[in-house]
């Protein structure tokens, strides 16, 4: 089951905040959000586990609800930098295979 | 520390023909898992080699193929090209601890064009 990413795409000006969910029907064991540029490969940012443990770059923030089985990627304050598009990838198991959703594109302005 | 590398970059083949690309997993890592990804989609799991043992297969035909080697490294081998295998071909590469998720690095890709 692929998971649902919303929105589909967010415009931003420079210091600007936004928030990226990724939902799923099934329950989940991580989340991993990944950012992924014009032609390049996505640079993982964080993975999120049940249980609450959380490893990634310190100026990410992101949450997971495994109640609503639900994550969150929080971009505060944002940079021209963020702009690209980000994806989640799920598994159900660990160190199953990764679903990914089909992205969210983040365009930053100045 | 060595990340991820993959060749070709680049790569332009003909329906029919057969191709194989080449994944040099990140040092230290034991685990490799190869996506497709179209334009404008997410990457799409193809399989994954732990210890040189394929770990799990996505939705892809028997004519999409791997191999793992004891370096970790790893080759995706694809038989009969068709057009819609027109793609960016990812390689992750992971530590896998027994029990746990891990953080999986990618490679820059290989582009792959079937005309």
């Known amino acids: 089951q692929q998971p649902v990413q919303s929105p589909q795409a967010v415009i931003l000006r420079e210091g600007e905040d936004a928030v990226i969910n990724c939902s799923s029907s099934k329950a989940l064991y991580s989340v991993h959000w990944y950012r992924q540029k014009h032609g390049e490969a996505p640079v993982f940012l964080m993975i999120l586990l049940k249980g609450g443990e959380q490893k990634g770059h310190e100026k990410i923030s992101a949450s997971f609800n495994e109640k609503k089985q639900q994550s969150s990627l929080y971009l505060t304050a944002s940079q021209l930098s963020y702009s690209g598009t980000y994806f989640c990838?799920?598994?159900?198991?660990?160190?199953?295979?990764?679903?990914f959703g089909k992205g969210t594109t983040l365009s930053v302005s100045s | 520390e060595t990340g991820v590398t993959q060749s070709p970059t680049h790569l332009i083949k003909t329906r029919g023909q057969q191709v194989t690309l080449r994944c040099s997993s990140q040092s230290g890592h034991n685990t490799v898992s190869w996506y497709q990804q179209a334009l404008g989609q997410g990457p799409q799991f193809i399989f994954q080699?732990?210890?040189?043992?394929?770990?799990g297969r996505g939705n892809f035909p028997p004519r999409f193929s791997g191999l793992q080697f004891p370096n970790y490294s790893s080759e995706l081998n694809v038989n009969a090209l068709e057009l819609d295998d027109s793609a960016l071909y990812l390689c992750a590469s992971s530590g896998r601890r027994q029990g746990a998720s891990n953080e999986q690095f990618f490679g820059p890709g290989t582009r792959l064009t079937v005309l």
């Open positions: 080699y732990y210890r040189e043992e394929e770990n």
């Open positions: 990838g799920t598994d159900y198991q660990a160190g199953t295979a990764l679903i």
